[in-house]
């Protein structure tokens, strides 16, 4: 029987454009961009910049270092903390690379605000969805209270999604402290013991549509709604996973975060 092929991920396509992808993984990856093409547009982006970031500071990497941060002659002179800092500031550009780092300001790599609260739900999902005994506070038993809870606790008007048809039970939920306040987490099993968990809280970020991202072993799809963020996470592959955000996503109700805080 024929291995089902490993999904790529985003560290894969990175570690494919800076030559750092191991040898087994390289056909696979390119058979990936072959049929993904908005993976092969973003890898074809990230090269451009690169080369361009190169071309403009490429120099930089090579220039000798100033006499002034010589770490020789700063120990002898027993320069201050800050003189400490400049020079670990310096090295660690050096060590880097000048594309290295220009590439995180160009491709805007460096998270904002809502990139943490998915990184954040991201987390919650890998710490969580591995326990046997406390994977929840409040089981799916007291789903009624549950959904009650969190909702008083984030601010507005919860539901936990009914996604049985794709083969999913509620386990239960908890509460857990947010980027931007409390937030609600639900988590769902299927027959094999596979989790998904849904992360909920307020976000001042824009509407957005639904969206995808990869985390190690983890991914989700993140959306925010009204004045309300929403993340599903899972270990599945994309396009199962894509399902069971979709079908909470058509349960909830963004005009019910507003004037309920």
Same mark, same amino acid.
């Given at each position: 029987?024929?291995?089902?092929?490993?999904?790529?991920?985003?560290?894969?396509?990175?570690?494919?454009?800076?030559? =750092? !992808?191991?040898? @087994?993984?390289?056909?696979?990856?390119?058979?990936?961009?072959?049929?993904?093409?908005?993976?092969?547009?973003?890898?074809?982006?990230? %090269?451009?910049?690169?080369?361009?970031?190169?071309?403009?500071?490429?120099?930089?990497?090579?220039? /000798?270092? /100033?006499?002034?941060? @010589?770490?020789?002659?700063?120990?002898?002179?027993?320069?201050?903390?800050?003189?400490?800092?400049?020079?670990?500031?310096?090295?660690?550009?050096?060590?880097?690379?000048?594309?290295?780092?220009?590439?995180?300001?160009?491709?805007?790599?460096?998270? &904002?605000?809502?990139?943490?609260?998915? !990184?954040?739900?991201?987390?919650?999902?890998?710490?969580?969805?591995?326990?046997?005994?406390?994977?929840?506070?409040?089981?799916?038993?007291?789903? @009624?209270?549950?959904?009650?809870?969190?909702?008083?606790?984030?601010?507005?008007?919860? %539901?936990? /999604?009914? !996604?049985?048809?794709?083969?999913?039970?509620?386990?239960?939920?908890?509460?857990?402290? *947010? /980027?931007?306040?409390?937030?609600?987490?639900?988590?769902?099993?299927?027959?094999?013991? =596979?989790?998904?968990?849904?992360?909920?809280?307020?976000? &001042?970020?824009?509407?957005?549509?639904?969206?995808?991202?990869?985390?190690?072993?983890?991914?989700?799809?993140?959306?925010?709604? *009204?004045?309300?963020?929403?993340?599903?996470?899972?270990?599945?592959?994309?396009?199962?996973?894509?399902?069971?955000?979709?079908?909470?996503?058509?349960?909830? @109700?963004?005009?019910?975060?507003?004037?309920?805080?």
């Amino acid at each position: 029987m024929n291995e089902r092929p490993l999904p790529v991920t985003e560290d894969e396509l990175h570690a494919y454009i800076d030559g =750092e !992808l191991p040898t @087994d993984r390289r056909g696979a990856v390119e058979a990936w961009l072959e049929t993904h093409q908005d993976d092969a547009n973003r890898v074809a982006a990230w %090269r451009a910049q690169i080369e361009t970031i190169r071309a403009r500071y490429g120099a930089i990497a090579t220039e /000798p270092v /100033p006499a002034r941060f @010589d770490l020789d002659r700063l120990m002898r002179d027993g320069r201050s903390w800050r003189g400490w800092a400049a020079v670990a500031a310096l090295a660690a550009f050096i060590v880097g690379g000048a594309a290295g780092w220009g590439i995180r300001d160009a491709t805007g790599e460096r998270p &904002n605000g809502f990139q943490t609260f998915t !990184l954040d739900a991201i987390d919650a999902h890998k710490l969580y969805a591995v326990e046997v005994r406390h994977p929840v506070e409040v089981p799916a038993s007291e789903a @009624d209270h549950l959904v009650q809870w969190l909702s008083k606790r984030v601010g507005y008007q919860l %539901r936990a /999604p009914d !996604l049985q048809r794709l083969g999913l039970k509620l386990v239960g939920g908890r509460l857990l402290p *947010g /980027p931007t306040g409390a937030a609600a987490f639900f988590m769902y099993e299927n027959v094999s013991g =596979e989790r998904f968990t849904i992360y909920s809280a307020r976000s &001042n970020a824009p509407d957005t549509a639904m969206r995808y991202n990869v985390s190690g072993k983890c991914s989700a799809f993140y959306w925010v709604d *009204g004045d309300v963020a929403y993340v599903v996470s899972g270990q599945a592959d994309r396009e199962q996973l894509s399902k069971v955000a979709t079908a909470a996503y058509e349960q909830f @109700d963004p005009r019910t975060s507003r004037g309920n805080s």
